[in-house]
């Protein structure tokens, strides 16, 4: 129910900038369990702001230049115009597509009566259909960068734009199975009243559910990851194409965990370590599908000790990690 509902300009670490040390932190990792430390791992204040001068490197890199009138990102659309100037299209469409749509906002049968391709994009749809709500308000509060524009508030724009930009790679991976006619369904009424009134609340207050949202994304991607080969194993091309898709999406994700992780001191990161657990449950009771994909007791353990050893090489290469939690 929170997620990024958390996602906004980032006001109150505004003034953290202004005392930086302007180092950069290499990126570049190389495999082991033992190179690093978990991410809730304590990092000074001094780290902290250091952090976030090289998190702003890496992201103009990593995004290229804003469009901010499109919500989106030089490099990102480069990326989609990629995939789809090669589109890949499953060999076996769903065998009815009308259950997807039917559960696909709202679960309506009775989840263990569908097939586990369906039952992974109405998941899928469902978590990206949270995101798509919460950035949608958050935009809604955000300005024109100019030059009197914050590092935070800059660092927040992108944010929010790589996160539109991850709503067109969820559109690719449901076209890929034949799924064109998707929208993102607003929220009711209620539920849209929260996503606009909590860009209102204190970062303070905000930023350990916002880091924990983060975090649960990531974990999710990780587990749809790895039950792609299961699901997907009569479509090797649909699969690959699905997996290169949600890589792309997972290697901002990683970045903004870092990212979102670098707000916390702390007592915001005890907070967040125990924030994990119930708000991974409380997300996932609400989206039937994930009991029968995933086994939601691994993915607690999974964010509550989550370090990078967990993630590829290449992925760290592309991604970006606090200096604090590199061993
Ligand atoms: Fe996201
Ligand atoms: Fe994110």
Not at 172 to 193: A, C, N, Y
Not at 264 to 270: I, K
């Amino acid at each position: 129910m929170f997620r990024s509902l958390l996602l906004r300009p980032f006001l109150a670490g505004a003034d953290l900038h202004t005392r930086v040390t302007l180092s950069r932190v290499s990126s570049v990792i190389a495999p082991g369990r033992s190179r690093y430390r978990s991410i809730f791992t304590s990092a000074t204040r001094r780290e902290r702001i250091a952090n976030f001068e090289s998190y702003w490197a890496y992201s103009v890199g990593h995004d290229g230049e804003i469009l901010q009138d499109q919500k989106d990102l030089v490099k990102k659309r480069e990326t989609l115009v990629g995939f789809q100037a090669h589109p890949v299209r499953s060999r076996r469409p769903l065998a009815d597509p009308a259950r997807f749509y039917r559960n696909h906002v709202i679960m309506q049968d009775d989840p263990r009566t569908l097939d586990r391709k369906t039952l992974l994009l109405t998941f899928l749809y469902k978590f990206a259909r949270h995101e798509y709500v919460g950035i949608s308000a958050a935009w809604d509060r955000t300005e024109q960068i100019t030059e009197s524009t914050s590092l935070i508030a800059k660092i927040g724009l992108y944010h929010l734009c790589e996160e539109f930009s991850h709503m067109r790679l969820f559109q690719e991976i449901l076209r890929t199975f034949h799924l064109d006619q998707v929208e993102w369904v607003p929220l009711g009424k209620w539920m849209s009243r929260m996503y606009r009134l909590f860009p209102m609340f204190p970062e303070a207050m905000l930023a350990p559910p916002a880091f924990v949202s983060e975090l649960m994304g990531l974990t999710v991607y990780q587990h749809i990851d790895g039950v792609l080969d299961d699901i997907l194993a009569d479509e090797p091309e649909a699969r690959e194409r699905i997996r290169a898709l949600l890589r792309e999406v997972m290697t901002d994700e990683l970045a903004h965990v870092g990212q979102r992780r670098n707000f916390l001191g702390p007592l915001g990161l005890r907070a967040a370590h125990l924030m994990v657990e119930s708000m991974y449950r409380a997300f996932f009771r609400d989206i039937p599908e994930t009991r029968l994909l995933f086994d939601v007791e691994q993915m607690v353990r999974d964010g509550k000790a989550f370090d990078y050893s967990t993630i590829t090489p290449e992925m760290l290469e592309k991604s970006w990690v606090p200096s604090y939690c590199n061993a």
